[in-house]
Structures are given as structure tokens and as C-alpha cells.
């Protein structure tokens, strides 16, 4: 194997370990957070680290990351099966959204329940879904 591709492979390995720790970190940061809206700047600082978590988690997910290795590399990192496995992650995701969203539209005009504590729920669960998806298919595609 050429030295990119052992480069490559290392690197898809790495992906899925960061991947996962990172949603429990984004998941545990998660019950940190107020369930209504910031009232402190420490609140809001949290809330802003949150967003831009679950930002740069969503972007990982749908660019397969590595951005400043080596084009030949990403290229080998982003194969056909990884694409494939990055786009049914996203279907589960979608598919994990739309029933919190209900649910949660539900629960917020029985109770009162905050909006931004339904928003972060959608966040949450769908990204978990989509991650967690995507880490087994990787997982079980890498061997």
C-alpha cells in the first residue's frame, strides 16, 4: 500500500474515535445547558459554544472533515463507501428530527415548555442519530 493510502486508512480510523467522543461531549454539554433561554453572559457563552459544537459537528458529517490534509488524501478518506455511509447518516438524522419536532410542537402547545428547549432537543437527537449511524457503518466497513 502506498503511503497516502496507509495515511487514508489511519486517518478514516481516527475520524470515527473523534466522531463518537465527540457527540458524548456535545451530548454532555448538552444537560449543562438552561432548559430556558440565557438570562447570565456565562449562560449565553454556553449556549453560543453549544451552537457552534453542533455547527462544526454537522459540517464534519456532511464534508467528511480533513480540510487541511492533503487533496490526494481527502480524496482516499472520501470514497465511494464513505459517501454512501455520510448520506444514509444524513437520512437518519432527518428521519430522527421530524418526530422530536412534532412531538416537541406538541408537548411546547400543551405546556410551557421554552421553544429554544424544543430547538435543542431537534439539534440534539438528530445529530446523535446521524452520528451514531455513521460511526457503526463506518465501523463496520472499515473492518
Same mark, same amino acid.
Given at each position: 500500500m502506498s503511503d497516502s493510502?496507509? %495515511?487514508a486508512d489511519r486517518l478514516s480510523r481516527r475520524r470515527v474515535r473523534v466522531l463518537r467522543g @465527540?457527540?458524548?461531549? =456535545?451530548?454532555?454539554?448538552s444537560t449543562l445547558l438552561p432548559v430556558d433561554m440565557p438570562k447570565r453572559v456565562v449562560e449565553f457563552v454556553g449556549l453560543v459554544a453549544w451552537l457552534a459544537m453542533a455547527q462544526m459537528l454537522m459540517l464534519v458529517l456532511t464534508t467528511g472533515g480533513l480540510w487541511?490534509? #492533503? *487533496?490526494?488524501?481527502?480524496?482516499? %478518506?472520501? #470514497?465511494?463507501v464513505t459517501r454512501?455511509?455520510? @448520506?444514509?447518516?444524513m437520512e437518519w438524522g432527518f428521519?430522527?428530527?421530524? *418526530? %422530536? @419536532?412534532?412531538?416537541? @410542537? +406538541?408537548?411546547?402547545? +400543551?405546556?410551557?415548555?421554552p421553544a429554544v428547549f424544543?430547538? $435543542?432537543m431537534v439539534v440534539l437527537i438528530s +445529530? =446523535?442519530?446521524?452520528?451514531?449511524?455513521? %460511526?457503526?457503518?463506518? $465501523?463496520a466497513a472499515l473492518g
Open positions: 493510502a496507509n %495515511v @465527540a457527540m458524548i461531549i =456535545f451530548a454532555a454539554q487541511l490534509r #492533503d *487533496p490526494q488524501v481527502r480524496q482516499l %478518506v472520501d #470514497d465511494e454512501a455511509n455520510r @448520506a444514509r447518516a428521519s430522527a428530527a421530524v *418526530p %422530536v @419536532a412534532i412531538v416537541g @410542537a +406538541l408537548i411546547a402547545s +400543551l405546556t410551557r415548555m424544543g430547538f $435543542r +445529530l =446523535f442519530a446521524a452520528i451514531d449511524r455513521f %460511526v457503526r457503518l463506518e $465501523r
